[in-house]
């Protein structure tokens, strides 16, 4: 395993898009926090009793992680980008000829998917530290979990990219895909699943990959309001670890099978 | 030991039969050409001895081992285009190789001075020219020093100084003793370095074997005289050709293997009165006989 996390680092070491492209997610976690704090920071000065985005603890936890996961297509960019160079450059097969398993390939990128949702996972967590501080001037762990689904969302986004990129083998393609089905189609399906054809007797949006690992993290009121047919929290965990499992099962499967 | 053994590999693609049923073996030792114009399925085929293409039916053992990543590690493999990470120097490409194939860094320096681009290997891949793409490709095939390499059409796109460069590479590694299996439609290249052969069209193995056997190749003497009519006539009272041919103002007599002599035919021709202006002795190229083989069917 460390040797081929190692590998994973000697191909992005110098790659100073990967880089950039990291240093700015960073930057925009911190800031898109930045303005819902601030926002909340206008309507607390002017004494208006609402609470969008609560940025003291315990719910500071659930806040950071919902609004940053809004940017979490921006490590699934990343995810694609970083596999689709190999079919670009064509060294997926160069990898292989050298030596590599086509197992080992696929547990790489993997590695490399954790470890990103790993890196987001602690800037969520400084982040959360340092703006709970800022607002309530103590530190309290109380809600940490929000931080632990913030991982697991991360996952499931960024497996989801992988098992894209692996379908598609175009950056283009299967950026253009991840963005529209997860931003569009996903919500349409869902809704015209649940509305026309089982007439609202059950739900199954809630049950999609990218919906579920977002149901998991409401915003603060959402529970009460948008999300009150959704399932309990240890159902969409399961359900969210399901389709973690499943995309890694079918990444493996994919590139098993394929002709280079 | 056979280095490579291929029983019955068969590959389609949707529309298409690559590979027919081929089987051969490649014996240690030897340089191995695979012969067959473009398209014959000779890519295919070294695709799937390295595990890039999956075959849709047959099997084949690598040094007497079914194939596996560990096997190919101890294999030098140079491909029509090297694929590289174009963000990466030349150096930093073949760190990723050798880890892969879990050899030190250490003899990195080493195959770059081997191939000349040690004052380059700080310039990022996608600066290269086709020449040093394919040096830096070579490098990398050296790297462990692999007792097995292949190569497929190594010599593609290169200068004549860069074609010269391979053939007298791949004949420094045959004499070190290791097993070269190489795909090429190129006849002069294999014809000068190959041991033996093996000759695909449309993916249909025609025949395969050592050099000698496969490419029995006709002698052939050419001569002439003032009169061709008069000495048409001796030299078919002298016999001994299996043919003879009429060129614009020459005769082409054809022999079986070392059954020619220029020496007797001159003396003949010269007992009979008859003086030659040309004689000449030929073996038939490589290329006329692939091209005998491969349109035949």
Known sequence: MLSLLKLEWLKVKNYRAFWIFLALYIIALFSINYIAFQFQGEIKKNNVPVNIFPYDFPAVYQTIAWVSSWLLYFPGMLMILVITNEYNYKTHRQNIIDGLTRQQFVAAKILFGVLIALITTLSCFLIALYFGNDFSGTVSFDGIQYIGYGFIQSLCYLFFAMILALLMRRSGLAMAVFFLYGLVFEQLIGGVIDSKILNNRITTRFYFPLEASDVLIPITFGKDVIYKDAPSQTVLLIVCLVYISLFAFLSFRKFQTDDL | ?297
């Open chain 2, 1 to 297: 030991m056979n280095i490579l053994e291929l029983n019955n590999i068969t590959k389609h693609y949707k529309t298409v039969t690559a590979l027919n049923n081929v089987s051969f073996t490649v014996p240690e030792g030897s340089v191995f050409g695979i012969l067959g114009p473009n398209g014959s399925g000779k890519t295919t085929l070294l695709g799937i001895i390295l595990d890039i293409l999956k075959p849709s039916a047959g099997s084949f053992t690598l040094m007497g081992k079914p194939a596996n990543a560990e096997v190919r590690k101890q294999i030098g493999t140079l491909l029509e285009t090297p694929n590289f990470y174009h963000y990466l120097s030349g150096e930093k490409n073949l760190r990723i190789a050798a880890q892969i194939k879990g050899k030190g860094f250490n003899e990195i320096d080493n195959v770059l001075q081997k191939v000349n681009l040690y004052q380059r290997k700080q310039s990022k891949f996608n600066t290269y020219s086709l020449g040093m793409k394919q040096r830096l490709a070579i490098a990398s095939c050296l790297l462990g020093d692999p007792q097995i390499l292949i190569f497929d059409e190594p010599t593609n796109g290169l200068d004549p100084n860069g074609i010269a460069e391979i053939r007298e590479l791949i004949l420094k590694l045959a004499a070190e003793g290791k097993t070269i299996i190489m795909a090429s439609h190129l006849l002069d290249e294999v014809e000068k370095v190959c041991t033996h052969v093996a000759i695909i069209k449309n993916g249909d193995l025609l025949t395969a074997g050592s050099v000698k056997e496969v490419l029995v190749t006709d002698e052939i003497i050419e001569v002439a005289s003032d009169n061709l009519v008069a000495l048409e006539n001796v030299l078919n009272k002298m016999g001994g050709f299996t043919s003879l041919k009429k060129q614009n103002s020459m005769l082409q007599l054809f022999f079986s293997n070392g059954n020619a002599n220029a020496a007797a035919i001159n003396q003949y021709c010269f007992q009979n009165n008859i003086a030659l202006n040309h004689l000449q002795s030929k073996k038939k190229s490589l290329e006329t006989k692939f091209l005998e083989l491969t349109n035949k069917q």
